[in-house]
């Protein structure tokens, strides 16, 4: 999944469906894709040292083969070529399950998913700010926010749209985006909840005569 990568094709029909659905509601649709939330070294790190840690713990019972062979390999052996191997060894295991931990299915294990979920709704509301999704003449602005490393979907509704739609009712579209992450059947997934979205928005929030297109119907695929 970190290789993750919308087609031009994916990428106008996500377009095509969000420009669909505004056509029968006054409500705005935006969409944004991410590979990650959130940078997550911290806990790469500890992941990393642990097992470090563990090596060195277990490496410990065979000091004495490994004296041995080090004996046997260098005629003016003394106890800091011992020392010397635990340190550059531990350094290698530290450094090898440092890079293991950068891997999208080791992340979603180390990463408690508390974090997850937290960094995720953070980076999304920080988007819903930045793009304007908050600030639409009516407040009727809606963000689909997919985040691709935790497999998390975070639907962000603005005040007009809370005052009439309770967050439960968008339970099942954030559901079907997450069905499509794991399925890698993003694009598919999308057009079909932005379509689901338009439904229920034009259900309370019908077309208005004077209506204007107030953000881009395009997807955001942002790098960080």
Same mark, same amino acid.
């Given at each position: 999944?970190? !290789?993750?990568?919308?087609?031009?094709?994916?990428?106008? @029909?996500? !377009?095509?469906?969000?420009?669909?659905?505004?056509?029968?509601?006054?409500?705005?649709?935006?969409?944004? *894709?991410?590979?990650?939330?959130?940078?997550?070294?911290?806990?790469?790190?500890?992941?990393?040292?642990? %097992?470090?840690?563990?090596?060195?713990?277990?490496?410990?019972?065979?000091?004495?083969?490994?004296?041995?062979?080090?004996? !046997?390999?260098?005629?003016?052996?003394?106890? /800091?070529?011992?020392?010397?191997?635990?340190?550059?060894?531990?350094?290698?295991?530290?450094?090898?399950?440092?890079?293991?931990?950068?891997?999208?299915?080791?992340?979603?294990? #180390? %990463?408690?998913?508390?974090?997850?979920?937290?960094?995720?709704?953070?980076?999304?509301?920080?988007?819903?700010?930045?793009?304007?999704?908050? /600030?639409?003449?009516?407040?009727?602005?809606?963000?689909?926010?997919?985040?691709?490393?935790?497999?998390?979907?975070?639907?962000?509704?603005?005040? !007009?749209?809370?005052?009439?739609?309770?967050?439960?009712?968008?339970?099942?579209?954030?559901?079907?985006? *997450?069905?499509? #992450? @794991?399925? /890698?059947?993003?694009?598919?997934?999308?057009? /079909?909840?932005?379509?689901?979205?338009?439904?229920?928005?034009?259900?309370?929030?019908? #077309?208005?005569?004077?209506?204007?297109?107030?953000?881009?119907?395009?997807?955001? #695929?942002?790098?960080?």
């Amino acid at each position: 999944m970190s !290789g993750f990568k919308l087609s031009k094709d994916e990428m106008k @029909k996500i !377009g095509s469906a969000v420009k669909k659905a505004e056509s029968k509601t006054s409500g705005e649709i935006a969409t944004a *894709i991410i590979k990650e939330s959130y940078n997550y070294a911290i806990y790469e790190l500890i992941f990393a040292v642990i %097992v470090g840690f563990l090596y060195f713990v277990i490496m410990m019972f065979f000091s004495g083969s490994i004296e041995q062979l080090l004996q !046997g390999k260098f005629w003016d052996y003394s106890v /800091n070529y011992l020392i010397m191997f635990y340190g550059f060894s531990t350094f290698i295991v530290i450094t090898i399950f440092y890079f293991i931990g950068n891997i999208s299915s080791i992340d979603r294990l #180390i %990463v408690p998913k508390k974090i997850l979920i937290q960094k995720v709704q953070e980076r999304a509301t920080r988007y819903f700010m930045e793009s304007g999704v908050y /600030n639409t003449k009516d407040r009727t602005g809606i963000l689909i926010f997919i985040s691709i490393m935790e497999r998390r979907v975070e639907l962000l509704a603005d005040s !007009g749209i809370n005052e009439k739609i309770p967050k439960e009712k968008w339970q099942s579209i954030v559901d079907d985006i *997450i069905k499509g #992450i @794991k399925q /890698n059947e993003i694009a598919l997934h999308l057009t /079909n909840s932005i379509k689901e979205c338009g439904d229920l928005l034009a259900e309370h929030f019908p #077309i208005q005569a004077d209506d204007k297109n107030e953000l881009t119907d395009d997807i955001d #695929i942002l790098e960080k």
